[in-house]
């Protein structure tokens, strides 16, 4: 790996010929990167489908005037003529990064038989270690051929095809947008009492499972992690009393289960990128 502003990092480059593109689809970069503590990417836009696999730690991923952390595990697409940011979402913690560009007329629909739009830009793949297999096969191959050879293209062809045949597997038998009925339950406690400082463990324990058995079903049904999906619910009722009301930024602190102004702030402005008095609209 190379050093970079950002990060360190490994760029490979592949150039498709004809037998790619008759395909309809072809890798045109990959790499991977570990990440230093400042490392912010954008706001950028690309011609073609970035993928991006969470190999540790967590992404702030924003797209659509939408926010996002994207845990180890998770996987975000970058999709065409859009303005994305992402950047590592809390200083001083590990972040690795796989990542697979491709292009072609036939991207598009492959990646919604995967479940990713540029709507819903993120998932959680429930074979992930299957997924990163396959991100790891194709860089080996971009990474050893020298030259394009005919051999080459169709073995890139069919890693890709084998890749996107996993995540396809997977929507069909997941229900991302209908979390099963205990989550759903789990949610209803956690949208009251996530103000009150409730934690993980005492969702799981209203639920009824280990906790790391409900961290684990709950990443996979919501897309996100409790812990991250409990700041949700503090961030987004936060963002409305700035803007909607008239109480102190302290009163709010102290009402979302804060202990002080100082600990609301910070975890405020690592949520929306700016601290609360700016946020806040003029009266």
Request: aromatic letters at 12%; a neutral charge.
């Amino acid at each position: 790996m190379q050093e970079y502003d950002h990060e360190f990092a490994e760029f490979l480059y592949y150039t498709p010929r004809h037998l790619d593109k008759e395909n309809q689809i072809w890798p045109v970069r990959a790499g991977r990167s570990t990440a230093k503590p400042n490392y912010k990417v954008g706001p950028k836009r690309i011609e073609c489908y970035s993928l991006h696999f969470v190999l540790e730690g967590e992404v702030r991923f924003e797209y659509q005037d939408k926010r996002a952390v994207v845990g180890q595990g998770g996987l975000f697409c970058l999709f065409p003529g859009m303005t994305y940011h992402y950047s590592i979402a809390a200083e001083g913690s590990p972040l690795r990064l796989s990542w697979v560009v491709v292009d072609g007329p036939r991207a598009k629909a492959l990646l919604e038989l995967a479940g990713l739009t540029p709507e819903n830009p993120y998932s959680y793949p429930a074979n992930a270690a299957l997924i990163d297999e396959k991100m790891e096969r194709i860089q080996h191959v971009m990474r050893e051929a020298a030259n394009w050879r005919p051999a080459v293209s169709l073995e890139l062809q069919s890693l890709l095809f084998g890749w996107f045949a996993g995540m396809a597997l997977d929507t069909q038998h997941r229900q991302k947008d209908e979390p099963a009925s205990w989550i759903r339950e789990c949610i209803d406690f956690m949208e009251p009492h996530a103000s009150e400082g409730v934690t993980v463990q005492q969702v799981a324990a209203f639920a009824g499972v280990h906790r790391s058995y409900f961290s684990s079903v709950f990443t996979r049904e919501v897309g996100m992690s409790p812990l991250n999906y409990l700041q949700k619910i503090r961030m987004e009722k936060a963002a409305h009393l700035l803007r909607e009301t008239d109480v102190s930024v302290t009163e709010i602190a102290l009402s979302l289960g804060y202990p002080n102004l100082f600990s609301f702030t910070r975890a405020f402005k690592n949520y929306y990128s700016v601290p609360p008095v700016l946020f806040r609209s003029p009266k």
